[in-house]
DNA sequence: CATGGCCTGGCT
DNA sequence: AGCCAGGCCATG
């Protein structure tokens, strides 16, 4: 489940294993994680060509994509879906199981990208990668440039929760289940509450918890509950400090009531009934 | 705007 | 044995 912190996590662990590095060979095992920006096919045979002695010039991250530049401006645009992980190895090693992308560096390092339910994918960028990225992701969840009024502009507008808005990676970028749900208990607001319904402060304060939130995560480098690992094959430490996520039955940190797990839009939502309720928007339908 | 399908490991 | 987790896309 690599959201905004892991995957920058990831990025921070690997940047000194392959900035400048040069790919000495490259082996895509399967081709049905990797595609073109466009989303069309692109075949083992044609990722390989387009990787190998190559330099890794750049190790960016727009959303939850990682962004590994070759030779200037071109480059992958690498995501992990719920299980992906991409280690680097010190030397030659054995694939573990589930292994669909070995790089092999110069100096002899391998990075390993693993991905057991094959949700991430590789998008081959021929040209800008930064510009192929944007047509996927809106605007980077911690781009300092956003302010509440512009958070509530792309945000509110149509009847949906504000769970299911936080979600879309069109509008902002890198929250995932978690961090939303986290977000959300920090700024005390409900995640079935329509999004319009939102008062300025709530806009404010929202913006700041999803700051506040992701940021912390990346302080702890990340949240490990299975398969996450970053780019030197760690475990994250921030499960530890998640307020509700994973938390149903378990006690409030601010008011000890007992966490509730609710459906919102199919996915798992974890809530503090009582620090987050209804106040200041009209009920939708409840 | 809402729902199903993709996938496998882990848990019930 | 079976279901659930979830990011993202395709489809209703």
């Known amino acids: ?90 030397e030659e090693s054995v694939p573990a199981r589930h292994t669909h992308v070995i790089l092999g560096l110069d100096g002899g390092a391998q990075l390993h990208y693993v991905c057991p339910r094959r949700f991430g994918r590789w998008v081959m960028c021929g040209e800008d990668l930064r510009a192929a990225v944007s047509g ?20 509110a507008g ?14 902002v970028a890198g929250l995932g289940n978690i961090y939303v749900d986290e977000a959300l208990f920090r700024a005390r607001i409900h995640p079935e509450r329509r999004a319009v319904s939102l008062t300025e402060d709530e806009w404010g304060n929202l913006l700041e918890s999803v700051r506040t939130v992701l940021l912390e995560a990346i302080g702890h480098r990340g ?9 030197d094959g760690r475990t994250g430490s921030n499960q530890h400090r998640l307020a509700v996520y994973g938390r149903r039955g378990g006690r409030c940190p601010r008011c000890s009531e007992t966490v509730g797990r609710i459906e919102v839009r199919g996915r798992g939502t974890h809530f503090c009934p009582s620090c987050q309720q209804w106040n200041g928007g009209e009920d939708p339908g409840h």
């Open 158 to 171: 149509r009847g949906a929760p504000i769970k299911a808005r936080l979600l879309q990676q069109k509008l």
């Open 1 to 90: 489940m690599p959201e905004l912190p892991e995957v920058e996590t990831i990025r921070r662990s690997l940047a000194p294993h392959v900035l400048e590095a040069r790919v000495e060979d490259a082996s895509f095992l399967r081709d049905d994680i990797i595609e073109g920006a466009e989303r069309g096919r692109v075949t083992a045979g044609s990722a390989r060509r387009f990787t190998e002695g190559a330099v890794i010039t750049g190790l960016d991250r727009m959303g939850k994509y990682l962004l590994m530049e070759l030779d200037g401006s071109r480059g992958w645009a690498v995501h992990f879906g719920m299980s992906g992980s991409l280690v680097s190895h010190p």
């Open 223 to 231: 949240t490990t509950f299975s398969s996450y690992r970053d780019g």
């Open 136 to 155: 996927r992701v809106g605007v980077d969840a911690l781009d300092p440039s956003l302010d509440s009024t512009t958070l509530r502009e792309l945000l």
